[in-house]
């Protein structure tokens, strides 16, 4: 035998030893759930109940719908679930939600999101991180998102919008809804959170909005490698895995730290998240926050507010397109509020068009822009009325698209009906069964304003224009499977037709 053919013998052997093992190991981690007496949904080796990233056909929202319903099909209550090798505890039943959520939320403070401070402080943000740290920063961002304050932000709200009907107004047929939309809030959020001028409905280009995308743009690779990353946290962090690329960072840290010389030397002020942030960073006693942890807390503030809220109203204004009569309907309510208000856009009037939430309601419930949220378990529990713990470190879904299609709580439920929202269909519903925004002590800390933006683009374009689907939209649409947010793909086109 040639030496280099006992090389490749040797390397083979080498090789098929090595998968072996780690066949072998995954199969020892796949028998987790059964150990804990926890039923759970059979999983297939390497990727475990996830869909193999070479043949993904859904979103990973609609997956986990798939995973829901299948063990709703069993009659569970609750199932586990492999992520690769890592085993993850799937809610099913509302009970079981509710103390996660916020009956025992002591056991699940943390989300269980990965990040990596070290390699990618950006991604240590109020999201991610969990424990004492999160619960005191969060006491300290709560004031910002108060009815008093988001009464102060509306001015810049309004003056935003005379901008998006000027691009309504030039585009009006085939409109792109989502990129003109997400121009829309990158201003607004732009403004309200740091005083600046982003300028992006006039510039398509403009560096927030192309910087703003880049974050939501993603490879089915970089897909791959955050799941591992998420799967396996403390791996990704020796191999230096970031949330977000350092091209992003750096721009994101060289905004704020500008923002913030700029306000420190002129001695400027101005109500808003950024001002919250630098006063934060200057306490001299208590919970102070360093320049990266205030870059973390814009950057998430930044792209939440942007991205949820025009992907709310996108797929709003799409469902709306669909049915002319119910954008009839909420067409006349708005009229009729405006009119009692001299025919502007107030705080007060928004807040009085019931028609309106129910509206955004059902539009949340059949599209939520955050499909499912996690959280882990920080000290074992026990499973009230089940022979089972929950250990310590355990990742817990929580199904929230896969909640909103549930035929139990919502017959039809791809039929768009604002009425399930009035209020005698929601006093008969289990308030768990709607939760698009999370629940319990760490629901969304910007919920108000995001809505507050949401209903204030609406009632500007509703009152102005009427609103059909485009063809280059599909019909019916398809979700990008390799968004996190759910998103269609193509886009969605509308034609608008002023009143």
């Known amino acids: 035998m040639s030496l280099v053919a006992a090389i490749v013998i040797n390397l083979f052997s080498i090789v098929v030893s090595v998968v072996v093992v780690i066949i072998t190991y995954i199969k ?31 979103s990973i929202g609609f997956h986990i719908k798939n995973l829901y319903d299948e063990a709703k099909r069993k009659g569970l209550k609750h199932c586990g679930l492999y992520f690769f090798a890592s085993p993850i505890y799937l809610v099913v039943d509302l009970d079981y939600l509710k103390n996660i959520t916020t009956k025992d939320f002591q056991h699940f403070v943390d989300r269980g999101m990965y990040y990596n401070e070290k390699s990618d402080p950006i991604s240590a943000h109020l999201f991610a991180i969990g424990g004492s740290r999160w619960k005191n920063l969060r006491t300290k961002l709560t004031p910002t998102f108060t009815s ?23 585009e009006q047929v085939q409109i792109d809804v989502k ?31 192309i910087y703003g995308k880049k974050v939501f743009t993603s490879s089915r690779m970089r897909t791959l490698k955050m799941t591992l990353a998420s799967s396996f946290p403390n791996l990704g962090r020796l191999f230096g895995v970031r949330q977000v690329s350092s091209e992003i960072s750096n721009f994101f840290r060289n905004i704020v730290k500008e ?48 991205e949820t809220s025009s992907t709310t109203m996108t ?21 009729r509020v405006l009119q009692k208000h001299d025919g502007k856009i107030t705080y007060e009037g928004i807040n009085e068009m019931k028609y309106l939430n129910q509206v955004i309601d059902e539009s949340l419930r059949k599209y939520p822009p955050v499909p499912f949220v996690t959280r882990t378990c920080v000290k074992d529990y026990k499973i009230p009325d089940v022979d089972a713990v929950i250990q310590k470190g355990r990742r817990v879904i929580v199904p929230i698209l896969a909640l909103h299609y549930d035929e139990e709580y919502y017959p039809d439920p791809y039929k768009f009906d604002p009425d399930r929202f009035n209020e005698e269909n929601k006093q008969m519903r289990n308030p768990y069964a709607y939760i698009p925004f999370g629940e319990g002590p760490r629901i969304c800390i910007g919920m108000r304003f995001g809505l507050m933006q949401t209903k204030v683009g609406l009632v500007a374009l509703l009152q102005k224009y009427r609103f059909k689907v485009n063809p280059r939209t599909s019909d019916p649409l398809r979700m990008s499977s390799n968004s996190f947010i759910l998103s269609a793909e193509g886009g969605i086109w509308l034609d608008s037709e002023k009143l």
Not at 43 to 58: D, V
Not at 148 to 170: D, H, N, Q, W, Y
């Open 179 to 209: 990129e003109l939309l997400g121009r829309f809030t990158t201003d607004i959020i732009g403004s309200c959170a740091f005083g600046l001028d982003c300028n992006s409905i006039k510039e398509e280009n403009s560096p927030f909005r």
């Open 315 to 335: 797929f709003t204004l799409y469902e709306l397109a669909k049915n002319e009569e119910i954008q009839e309907t909420l067409r006349k309510e708005i009229f």
């Open 28 to 58: 020892w981690r796949h028998q987790y759930w059964s150990r804990r007496r926890i039923p759970f949904l059979v999983p297939s080796i390497p990727f475990g109940n996830l869909q193999n990233p070479a043949k993904k056909r859904y």
């Open 259 to 306: 923002t913030i010389e700029y306000r420190e030397k002129n001695n400027f002020s101005r109500p808003d998240f950024m001002q919250l942030l630098i006063d934060l960073k200057n306490e001299n006693k208590g919970y102070s926050l360093n320049l990266d942890e205030v870059v973390a807390q814009s950057f998430i503030f930044f792209l939440a507010g942007f």
């Open 148 to 170: 008093g304050k988001m009464k102060m932000m509306f001015p810049t709200l309004i003056e935003c919008v005379s901008l998006l009907m000027e691009a309504v107004e030039r």
